[in-house]
């Protein structure tokens, strides 16, 4: 991978607030300055939840990311006007990905640095072979951090129905939302019943689970409030960059995260990014789709499948380094349900995933106190 440049996104920076201003800090000068990172937040990893907007896991510093400006103390999104411009066609906007990712040395041989669905792996490569193939011994493999390529490819279901993106939060209610269950007509000649609910083991304890939940809750609300001026299309990519975003420069290029790309495809109009398909079923995989056929693709699919293959060798260490570490030792763990899970193969495949994401926090949790961090209640 060229190296000459730094990242597109290498605006992106944790800021830490030294004698009443903001200085710029890396997660090894956190360790040194001993500051605490909330065990909230390292719960809500597990979860996949975003902390607060512009927040990192640790007290006292502010994460910013890309489409953000500083604001005395807040870390806010640029106006609209930032986003906008004349309206692109998905094969100019596929050409500006193609362009950055030929940038970097890619010429049809790209592999991603994390499990990806096989299908935006061949897409990658598709959108930047040339025309005078070089033989397989003569490219380069460019390794890429191919996470949220889908979600620059994708539409909100949102902008379909307000083209002026005035709506805000169509975004953050599409992944928040849940199914109602329909309700039934009460019969006064029959005596009320309690339902009867059995749930399945879990991993984590009551008061895990209800940290996760009111992290989840600060989490929505002030991302609804940081993207309320924003388009929905605008607000979907910002919540995809702020995701585990990259800070190295030589950390590998993340197309998700470059402004040039992320830009592009912002202005591609809805029909183009979103297909209907026989049966009246509406895709957001339009370019996919388009290019390979109408196949159902998932993101995290790869990820999944990789935990449970893991899971078949690794769940008698995974669960006795969760009963013996960190997190365990804060009262986050239900050994009882691990063991129980364990035993049960359809729920060990069922947990697989989310299982391995805490054992990777646990590792993280703890390096990060052995290294002289603190970790607050």
Same mark, same amino acid.
């Given at each position: 991978?060229?190296?000459?440049? $730094? ?13 009443? @201003?903001? #200085? #710029? ?9 001993? /500051? ?27 994460? *910013? ?64 072979? #040339? ?14 951090? $191919? ?35 329909? %309700? ?69 290029? *993340?197309?998700? %995260? ?15 990014? $979103? ?10 995989? $339009? ?18 499948? #990789?935990? /449970? ?9 995974? %669960? ?5 570490? +960190? ?38 949790? +703890? @390096? ?10």
């Amino acid at each position: 991978m060229n190296s000459h440049s $730094a990242p597109p996104w290498s605006t992106t920076e944790l800021l830490m607030n030294k004698n009443g @201003s903001w #200085q #710029q800090v890396d997660e090894k000068t956190l360790v040194g300055e001993h /500051v605490s990172a909330s065990l909230t937040l390292v719960l809500a990893r597990i979860a996949g939840l975003r902390p607060q907007f512009g927040h990192s896991l640790f007290s006292g510093v502010l994460h *910013r990311t890309l489409g953000t400006a500083l604001v005395g103390d807040e870390i806010r999104p640029l106006p609209r006007e930032h986003y906008e411009g004349e309206a692109r066609s998905l094969e100019s906007a596929e050409g500006v990905l193609a362009k950055a990712l030929r940038h970097y040395g890619a010429r049809g041989a790209v592999q991603s640095v994390l499990p990806v669905d096989p299908m935006i792996i061949r897409y990658l490569n598709s959108i930047t072979s #040339q025309r005078k193939a070089l033989s397989p011994e003569e490219v380069p493999v460019v390794v890429v951090d $191919a996470r949220g390529v889908r979600d620059l490819l994708g539409a909100t279901e949102n902008e379909s129905q307000d083209a002026t993106g005035d709506s805000s939060y169509g975004l953050l209610q599409r992944l928040f939302k849940r199914k109602q269950a329909p %309700q039934r007509q009460h019969d006064p000649g029959l005596p009320d019943a309690e339902p009867e609910v059995v749930l399945d083991p879990q991993w984590l304890t009551p008061d895990a689970i209800h940290a996760i939940d009111v992290t989840q809750i600060v989490s929505l609300t002030s991302w609804q409030e940081a993207v309320r001026d924003l388009p929905a299309r605008v607000s979907q990519l910002m919540w995809t960059a702020a995701e585990d975003a990259a800070i190295s420069p030589l950390a590998p290029y *993340r197309p998700a %995260q470059d402004p040039a790309v992320v830009n592009a495809f912002s202005q591609v109009p809805y029909d183009q990014r $979103a297909i209907t398909l026989p049966g009246g079923i509406r895709t957001h995989d $339009a370019a996919l789709c388009q290019r390979y056929g109408r196949d159902p693709v998932d993101d995290h699919a790869a990820a999944r499948l #990789q935990a /449970v293959r893991d899971a078949a060798s690794a769940w008698p260490a995974w %669960q006795e380094e969760l009963a013996d570490g +960190t997190l365990a030792a804060r009262g986050c763990i239900d050994a009882d349900g691990m063991t129980r899970i364990g035993k049960d193969p359809f729920l060990r495949q069922k947990y697989a995933y989310s299982i391995k994401r805490t054992v990777e926090t646990e590792r993280w949790v +703890t @390096s990060w106190l052995e290294a002289g961090g603190l970790l607050t209640d």
